[in-house]
């Protein structure tokens, strides 16, 4: 009986350290480039965001902050959630222009190698949209989103 459970604990640590390393699997690369990039950062959790990219998951300060890269260690973008009155007026402005009676339910702040964007989470009734706009205030994006669960 003794053995038994010796044997049983062996699996289940094997099993939990297993399942706690799967999303750290990204590439030496992607890793390097991410210490560059953001060198005080030490706790970090990966995911694959699609057949290319990885995403880094990460906190500096109590803000939350995901990051981008290529399987080569490219970074694509770096984005984390912004308070609404931590938006310029003339962006807040294009999205009350553009899409009347639509309330902002979330602002992120997205930095890529294209430039600086703010991307809105915008919603009326059941109408839910993804709004990304330039620092200008132009309109580079909108996308209805689609339920999922209909």
């Known amino acids: 009986m003794k053995s038994l459970k010796i044997i ?3 699996f289940l640590a094997t099993i939990i ?5 799967v999303g750290d699997k990204a590439p030496q690369k992607v890793k390097e480039a991410f210490a560059m990039k953001f060198p005080t950062v030490t706790k970090v959790k990966w995911e694959k965001e699609n057949a290319s990219e990885w995403e880094a998951e990460f906190k500096i300060g109590k803000v939350e902050y995901s990051a981008n890269f290529l399987e080569d260690g490219t970074w694509q973008e770096t984005e984390h959630e912004v308070d ?16 009347p009676g639509f309330e902002i339910e979330e602002v992120e702040i997205s930095e890529s190698t294209k430039g600086i964007f703010y991307e809105f989470e915008i ?21 209805v989103k689609v339920d999922k669960n209909d």
Request: hydrophobic content about 40%; charged content about 25%.
């Open 8 to 10: 049983l604990g062996v």
């Open 17 to 21: 350290v297993a399942f706690a390393s």
């Open 123 to 143: 919603e009326k009734g059941e109408s839910e949209m993804e709004v990304v706009v330039a620092l200008s205030g132009e309109v580079i994006k909108q996308e």
């Open 84 to 99: 609404e009155t931590d938006v310029p007026q003339n962006v807040l402005q294009s999205i009350k222009d553009g899409f």
